[in-house]
């Protein structure tokens, strides 16, 4: 598929007035997409666990506009209050989406959204708010049309939500989402994020991942200034090469079900993540001393529980903790009990692997 396809031919009608709303949850890279393209094109290919607990609810009512002009027209409210601030990232994201949503001029729009996490958790909210709104707007669009095929919808709401941000389109489905081609994968594709198409091993059905908020400030670095600086970066080339690698290995380690290989992907993924922003310039630590008593805290503990916990990070502090639905038992005692004290003000939010995004 080319982009051109996501550009309608034509409408059927388009209504006067409606609403529509969506939930989309946020989720979790397992191999990590940093560096972009123009037109946010990953440099690389990446996939992630789709998450339940931590989502964005998102409505938008749509009027007729009576004088028709050339503006977008949307008032947003955040948790029921107005938000001027956050309108500059949605207007553009509107005029990156028009071309492929050109209905959108026509209407006033009322975007209510709220999430499910604390604001500032230093929990990415663009992935879960981002493909909620697309959600929205492809549905608008879906009212408007002739039928379409639910693959094409969901590529489509996976392509728009990626011009808002990047790992936003793999928010959609569940409970694996691959974003980026890449030759192991067959279907992939740059433009937008498939559901993953082979076998995975029962042990990942309700795969935990509990998030440890470790620093909820606002984040040092923005993913936009972050994926830039994989521009020119001594070891990009290394780094795109060696995440093909990781999918091509994770095929069989999914399907058969292989935790000891599986954590020896994740975690390293996690920590080239980090060693790729300390090796930049400008260069960041966005650990902070607890992230690393948490990674050393959860190595003992894996050696002597004979366990498969493991973690990841995002650009960020905090820690993301994966563990199977039979060890459950075992880490979340260990978590609660030697890990928790490692969070600022004892907050932890309890996620797992979920199946994507919910029309209300
Ligand atoms: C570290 O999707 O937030 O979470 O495309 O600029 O919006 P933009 O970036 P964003 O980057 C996420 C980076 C990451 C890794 C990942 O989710 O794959």
Redesign the pocket.
């Known amino acids: 598929m080319s982009e051109k396809d996501f550009i309608p031919s034509s409408y059927i009608t388009l209504k006067e007035e409606g609403i529509v709303g969506y939930t989309s949850p946020s ?1 979790i ?1 397992l191999v ?3 560096g ?1 393209r123009e037109n ?1 094109i990953p440099a690389n290919p ?1 996939i ?1 666990f789709t998450l339940t607990a931590c989502m964005t609810k998102t409505s938008v009512e749509y009027k007729k506009k009576i004088r028709k002009d050339n503006e977008f027209s949307f008032d947003l409210f955040f948790e029921d209050q107005p938000k001027e601030e956050f309108k500059p990232k949605i207007k553009t994201f509107l005029k990156r989406i028009e071309k492929y949503l050109p209905f959108l001029k026509e209407y006033h729009l009322v975007i209510k959204t709220s999430n499910t996490f604390p604001h500032s958790s230093g929990i ?1 909210s ?2 879960s708010g981002m493909s909620a709104l697309a959600l929205c707007f492809m549905e608008m669009e879906r009212t408007f049309s002739a039928p379409i095929t639910d693959d094409f919808f969901n590529n489509k709401i996976s392509f728009i939500s990626r011009l808002g ?4 389109c793999r928010s959609i489905e569940g409970p694996l989402v691959q974003w980026g081609e890449t030759s192991s994968v067959e279907g992939s594709s740059n433009l937008f994020g498939v559901k993953y198409p082979y076998k995975v091993h029962d042990i990942f059905n309700n795969f935990h991942d509990t998030i440890l908020l470790v620093d909820k400030g606002e984040k040092q670095v923005s ?2 200034v ?2 830039e600086l994989m521009h020119g970066h001594p070891f990009a080339s290394q780094r795109f090469e060696q995440a093909h690698e990781n999918l091509d290995k994770l095929r069989t380690i999914l399907a058969e079900g292989n935790l000891n290989d599986f954590i020896g992907i994740v975690e390293s993924e996690a920590l080239t ?1 980090h060693a790729m922003m300390m090796t930049s310039h400008p260069y960041f630590i966005l650990m902070k001393p607890n992230t690393l008593s948490i990674i050393n805290e959860i190595w003992k503990f894996r050696q002597t529980s004979n366990t498969h916990v493991c973690f990841t990070l ?2 960020g502090a905090n820690v993301h903790v994966l563990y199977p639905e039979n060890e459950k038992d075992i880490v979340f005692p260990f978590i609660k009990e030697k890990l928790i004290s490692f969070c600022q003000n004892g907050q932890y939010i309890c996620d797992r692997i979920g199946l994507g995004a919910k029309k209300l």
Do not use: R, V
Request: overall charge positive.
């Open positions: 989720n890279a990590k997409y940093w972009k946010q990446s992630s990415a663009s992935a941000s990047g790992s936003a993913s936009t972050g994926h993540l995002d650009a």
